[in-house]
């Protein structure tokens, strides 16, 4: 009831986990630059100087595990996932998309420790000239709040294309780090091919036949 509330009232939703979300396979850089974070999320930082990590922009091509990648975040660092609907907040009238971006982050900031998933975030805050500077405060809004936000919520934004993001949002000091998610590699082929193997049919590939399938499958996404 409380996840249908928040839904309601500011655009975010619970996401709610299944099995075959907590596995990921490739991202290897990524998955390890997490690591290192995963035990500053839970820690006490009152009494010190750390901030919390605020998140991480994920680009690159589609189908590649992005989306997913938020899922087993949360699964992994047991946290709950609420996702940030950008079109429920975008509204038809002046200042009311402002107000229900800020009862969007304000709620989240109530709700941590969380991670908070924006989906293709670059069809939100593409740059325009025909929404009378609407874009433009919704920018600024969003930057402040990444910047100035000291509560634990870990933010897993996503986006196809990289070029329709505005600039600010690439700067340093917004996400924690921003990474390219490309076409998987030979051996990230491989582990994504042993995963659904297990997945599927409850088996492990033998090495030959896992070095075809990963040959085979060069230029294929997940």
């Known amino acids: 009831f409380k996840d249908q509330i928040l ?3 500011s655009g975010i939703e619970r996401v709610k986990l299944k099995e075959n979300d907590y596995q990921v396979g490739g991202l290897t850089t990524l998955r390890e630059w997490l690591t290192t974070r995963r035990e500053l999320i839970r820690a ?8 919390p990590p605020k998140g991480v922009l994920l680009v690159g091509v589609p ?4 989306s997913l990648s938020a899922k087993a975040i949360a699964a992994e660092w047991k946290l709950p996932l609420y996702r940030l609907d950008m079109a429920s907040i975008l509204g038809m009238y002046v200042g009311v998309s402002e107000s229900r971006l800020k009862e969007a982050l ?21 740059g ?3 929404d009378s500077g609407t874009t433009t405060r919704l920018i600024g809004q969003f930057l402040f709040w990444l910047q100035e936000s000291t509560s634990k919520v870990f ?7 990289v070029s329709a993001l505005p600039p600010e949002l690439l700067r340093k000091g917004r996400f924690d780090e921003l990474f390219f998610v490309d076409l998987p590699d030979e051996r990230d082929r491989s582990e994504i091919i ?10 492990e590939p033998t090495a030959e036949l896992l070095a075809a399938l990963a040959e085979l499958s060069e230029g294929f996404a997940g």
């Open 194 to 203: 042993c995963l659904y193997f297990r997945k599927y049919l409850q088996v």
């Open 155 to 161: 933010m897993v934004a996503t986006a196809n294309d």
């Open 128 to 130: 325009g000239n025909s």
């Open 106 to 126: 304000d709620t989240a900031d109530r709700i941590a420790p969380c991670i908070l998933w924006v989906d293709e975030i670059e069809k939100a805050l593409a």
């Open 44 to 51: 006490d930082l009152s009494g010190t100087h750390l901030h």
């Open 63 to 66: 189908g590649c595990g992005k």
């Open 7 to 9: 839904g309601e009232l």
